[in-house]
């Protein structure tokens, strides 16, 4: 992949930013680190993220079909966290095509999407 479209793929890390410590957001969902304002907090980001992304539905798609896993991550934090469904079809190809955060995510996948 060309260097200008890895940096398209990555504007999503830029939009979701870093906590008060300076921890990148996409970390969060890891259970990693959660944010000294809660939980709430993190999702709220998520939702404002989910938001923008809804606006460009081939880039929410494109970066939740991404084989690095942080972007897929991000991309299904914000599908789940919001109960759309415009790109469901796209998480389900990127957990039949394998992924790092499969088995993490299929828990909470069926219970918000039992489709």
Known sequence: ?????????????????????????HLHPLNLVWNV??????????????????????????????PNWRHT?????????TRRTEVFDDVCFRFEAGSCPRLRWRLPTSARHPQ
């Not at 870093?18 to 957001?25: A, E, I, N, P, R």
């Not at 809660?38 to 970066?63: C, E, Q, S």
Request: glycine fraction near 10%; hydrophobic fraction near 40%.
């Open 73 to 81: 991550l991000v991309g299904c934090v914000c599908l789940l966290g």
């Open 37 to 66: 304002d809660g939980v709430d907090h993190d999702l709220n980001v998520y939702k404002t993220i989910a938001d923008r992304l809804a606006a460009d539905p081939k880039y929410w798609a494109a970066i939740i079909r991404e």
């Open 1 to 25: 992949m060309r260097s200008n479209e890895q940096d398209d793929r990555d504007r999503v890390f830029g939009w979701l930013g870093v906590d008060k410590q300076g921890t990148s957001y």
